[in-house]
């Protein structure tokens, strides 16, 4: 069976709550019995509610961008995934380079809010990269390797199947230097060949990755007609309804 396209929309640490709702009228006109990807938005938690009300019925599912690795606990500041679950959230972006960067987020606090992620019933969309001192330096493969190895530590081929990875190489975000649609594919290529040695051929097989970096209109058919690349997160390009439309529609 083909894997399913996901194309997800990182709205960052953009939008209030009724500058979402008015993507939400704008975008799902453009995407009405859209099915051939499955279609995903992440607004910021306080967010989040608005979203899921406004996409009712759609098809369209919503996600959080982070969650505490806890079902609940003394963490102030913190969201857990049971909240999320409750308001009606599918999907949850883990260890986004922007985590890792600026709040500190390991592989090992990753792999924590992964198995979370995978107990409660989200599908977690689990972000790794390389950024560009390692590419320079032809690091990308071992850094791949450990962050995949990392992640995925102690998670067994039984309960991995709704993972799903982002390549996101972190020279590509925000940049406007796309990863050419050849580098992403070896990229992927690296970690599935991983994922199988961890978790076998069914499960690589299946696994979606997705790339991130840049994704705009104009570059996301090429990059989703390689046969390695499962779908998009994107980032800047996803916060006009007009543009992340043509992106679901490449
Ligand atoms: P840009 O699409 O803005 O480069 O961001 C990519 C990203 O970080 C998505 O998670």
Redesign the pocket.
Known sequence: MPRKPLIAA?W?MYKTPAQAQEFVKNFLPLVTNHERDEVVLCPSFISLSVVIAAVTGSGVAVGAQNMHFAEEGAYTGETSPLMLKAIGATHV?LG???RRQYFGETDEIINKKLKTALQQGLVPIV?VGEVLAERESGRTEEVLLRQTRGVLAGIGAAEAAPIVI?Y?PVW????GKTATPQIASEAHEVIRGEVKKLLGGGVAENLRILY????KPENASALMSETEIDGA??????LDPQSFGKIVKY
């Open positions: 990182n960052k972006i986004h380079s922007e972000c982002a996101e590509a975000i925000g940049t991130g970096g840049s994704v997160l994107v980032g800047g390009a996803s």
